[in-house]
């Protein structure tokens, strides 16, 4: 298995050196493992390659619009579904440098000129334009809520997606109060 690694890896290099023909030397060594070099040494065989430029594939074709410029060239795209599919509902995460990833799926795929919006407790959440996936840092405890909504050019919601709850826990930085029979002082010893 070392051996063909070690001829991938000499073939590869080769091919990363972007020479037409090369030489690889092959012999084996005192203790009976084939070796390969880039130079001769006395009882190696010469192997030669020839590499080839790899051709670049032509340009695609620019596409076709057969509808007008402007807003009037943007089909109005109806929605079947929007969703975040994660974090699952109510998914709790622990610790204050707890990060809650976000991740978002439609149906079909987001069109020309429909921008893609993610809020957390009714607040939009900055990041990329269009964005699927969301890094959600420094949450407070407590309950959060995300929805995502689709709006088109104007602002006018197109669709949103079913709210989905979290819970963000933190230990507590509060000493934990005695319960049960911890608050009452031990019993005094009885004479004998």
């Not at 390659?49 to 089909?75: C, I, N, Q």
């Not at 405890?141 to 104007?154: E, F, L, M, P, Y």
Request: with cysteine; aromatic share 8%; net charge positive.
């Amino acid at each position: 298995m070392k051996k063909w690694a070690c001829f991938l890896y000499c073939l590869w290099a080769v091919g990363a050196a972007a020479q037409t023909t090369t030489e690889v030397w092959v012999w084996k060594d005192s203790n009976g493992v084939t070796q390969y070099s880039d130079r001769p040494v006395a009882g190696a065989k010469k192997l030669e390659f020839t590499t080839s430029e790899p051709k670049t594939p032509p340009p695609a074709p620019a596409a076709v619009r057969t509808a007008p410029a402007g807003d009037a060239a943007v089909a109005d795209v109806k929605y079947r579904s929007l969703e975040i599919w994660q974090p699952t509902n109510g998914e709790t995460f622990f610790g204050a440098d707890t990060v809650v990833g976000v991740r978002i799926r439609m149906d079909p795929e987001l069109a020309e000129g429909d921008t893609l919006l993610l809020y957390l407790d009714g607040k939009l959440v900055e990041g990329p334009k269009n964005s699927r996936e969301y890094q959600l840092e420094n949450l407070d405890r407590g309950v959060h809520s995300i929805t995502s909504v689709i709006a088109d050019r104007k602002g006018n919601e197109k669709i949103r997606s079913e709210p989905r709850v979290f819970h963000i826990k933190q230990a507590s930085v509060i000493a934990p109060q005695a319960v049960g029979p911890n608050l009452r002082p031990p019993p005094r010893p009885r004479p004998r």
